[in-house]
């Protein structure tokens, strides 16, 4: 007897259910997207996805120093939820997660590096199942891509076409194989200094450039192209013609595109003209304060001493570089937002605006992404806008990245994913409320935050805990402070309390034994 996969077990009774009596709305939505009356009248979306991205890195969230406009126009025609948290501590778990609606445990993704089970249900599924048709370009990162050949074969996933590129120039990927047709030395500009994780490995690339070293560890330089040969805008520009050829060929079909950004995730390359943009522009300080490093463990008073060397004039560099990538991206999102106006749909498109996590950007003294339990890493950016979502509204209630699913499938009317375990925002975006603690994992420890406080453990019996209420820059690690034990046990019961809550409900249980 055939094995079926969980995803085909989760068609066969969708299936069944749209048969049954009770599920008798369902059976009518179906029969009209069978019959193509329903297919026009369900509406595009177009999930953009960048990396490294924080929530306050769009203007309109409060962030006057950001120079992006187009992400300002979605903030004010949507809803911008300024509490999204990351539920993993890197790339790959978070993104695993966006698409299915699980967490790192339950779909077994919990770092970089390991597959994406092909059997997980995700967004996609669901979608070209109800009749939309798929694509995914840029960075998707659902497999490890430091060491493989970037021309085998890769799972669909449920897309039905796929131009993949999870590094900028680095890979011999769809991007790469573009940057060739275009000529060597629109190649070797494109080029950026390879991860160092995948030197180890040994991966295939073309070594016909090495960008300039990083200065104190940070890694920045003009991009040397064309504006118009960049990462993000080959993203955008694979984005868009998709939109032109679905809404031409298909122009009773919805579409789903995955538009997957890989700024501002470092070696920060942004071009001169974005660079340009931030010419003179004063930064927020950053959120430092010289007592916190004697509080916190000494693995990462190692990591905040090594920033601490670091001048500032360098972190105010840096900052530039960062935040002139994320314009960079704000350009060609509205390229794509042009291109689904010129197609006559931007009235019947879902637009929705995330990240994987954020970036520290100096503050604590860090840089880069990990499992420290920082907002600056935590706090991701989510937007959603278009059709029968409120404008201008914003919602710091606390919400994370599985959510994003659960939330599509109700404003398109669909069941949830049996497995599911995000909850729809819908009820927020119309001033609700939605969850008393996010949760954040890893192999190395568990974070779990509250509105009140923070509690991170390690898997060596490490902690760390900030009240929030009294030290919302979290500069005050009081894990050890034994005036602080019962807020100490309340969080370290409550994350107990989570791990119990959270445990993977699938399979299901079928029968008494």
Not at 26 to 54: F, W, Y
Not at 158 to 166: I, T, V
Not at 293 to 316: F, H, K, T
Not at 493 to 507: E, G, K, V
Request: aromatic share 8%; net charge negative.
């Amino acid at each position: 007897m055939k094995k079926h996969s969980r995803r085909e077990f989760a068609a066969l009774a969708s299936a069944v259910g749209l048969l049954s009596g009770v599920q008798a709305a369902v059976a009518t939505a179906q029969e009209r997207s069978d019959s193509g009356s329903d297919k026009a009248r369900l509406p595009n979306i177009v999930l953009i996805t960048t990396d490294h991205m924080r929530v306050d890195n769009i203007g309109a969230n409060g962030a006057s120093h950001m120079v992006t406009p187009v992400l300002d126009g979605l903030v004010k025609r949507g809803v911008s939820f300024t509490m999204c948290n990351t539920v993993g501590v890197a790339c790959s778990p978070n993104r695993a997660s966006l698409m299915s609606g699980r967490y790192p445990h339950s779909h077994g993704v919990m770092s970089n590096g390991i597959k994406m089970p092909e059997d997980e249900v995700t967004l996609t599924h669901v979608l070209r199942d109800r009749g939309y048709y798929t694509g995914q370009f840029g960075k998707l990162h659902f497999w490890p891509h430091s060491a493989r050949n970037h021309r085998e074969y890769h799972p669909p996933y449920g897309f039905h076409q796929m131009r993949l590129s999870d590094e900028p120039g680095n890979y011999d990927d769809a991007y790469g194989r573009w940057l060739n047709a275009q000529g060597t030395d629109v190649r070797r500009k494109a080029n950026v200094r390879m991860p160092p994780a995948a030197r180890d490995y040994g991966s295939r690339r073309p070594e016909i450039h090495t960008p300039p070293e990083p200065r104190h560890g940070l890694q920045m330089y003009v991009f040397e192209g064309e504006d118009d040969t960049t990462h993000a805008h080959w993203v955008a520009s694979e984005t868009v013609g998709f939109i032109e050829e679905s809404t031409r060929t298909r122009p009773d079909q919805p579409f789903f595109t995955h538009t997957g950004f890989y700024a501002p995730h470092p070696p920060l390359n942004p071009p001169a003209s974005q660079l340009d943009r931030y010419e003179g522009r004063k930064f927020p300080p950053r959120k430092t304060d010289p007592e916190e490093i004697d509080l916190v463990p000494e693995a990462i008073a190692a990591r905040m001493r090594q920033g601490a060397a670091i001048s500032e004039e360098d972190w105010n560099e840096y900052r530039r570089y960062f935040y002139a990538m994320v314009s960079n991206v704000d350009r060609n999102i509205g390229r794509i937002i042009d291109a689904v106006q010129q197609a006559g749909q931007l009235e019947n498109t879902i637009f929705v605006v995330t990240s994987d996590h954020g970036d520290f950007l100096g503050d604590h003294n860090l840089r880069g992404k990990s499992s420290l339990p920082y907002e600056g890493d935590m706090l991701i950016p989510l937007v959603f806008a278009g059709p029968d979502i409120p404008e201008g509204n914003s919602s710091a209630e606390l919400c994370e990245i599985v959510d994003v699913m659960p939330t599509l499938m109700e404003l398109l009317g669909l069941e949830q994913t049996k497995g599911n375990q995000g909850i729809s925002l819908v009820p927020a975006m119309n001033g609700g409320t939605t969850k008393d603690a996010v949760f954040m994992e890893g192999f190395a420890n568990q974070t779990l935050r509250t509105k009140e406080a923070l509690y991170s453990c390690w898997r060596n019996g490490q902690e760390m805990l900030f009240d929030l209420r009294n030290d919302p820059d979290q500069f005050r690690n009081i894990a050890q402070v034994a005036q602080s034990k019962a807020l100490l046990d309340e969080m370290r019961m409550r994350l107990l309390r989570t791990n119990m809550a959270l445990i993977d409900p699938l399979p299901e249980r079928v029968a008494a034994y």
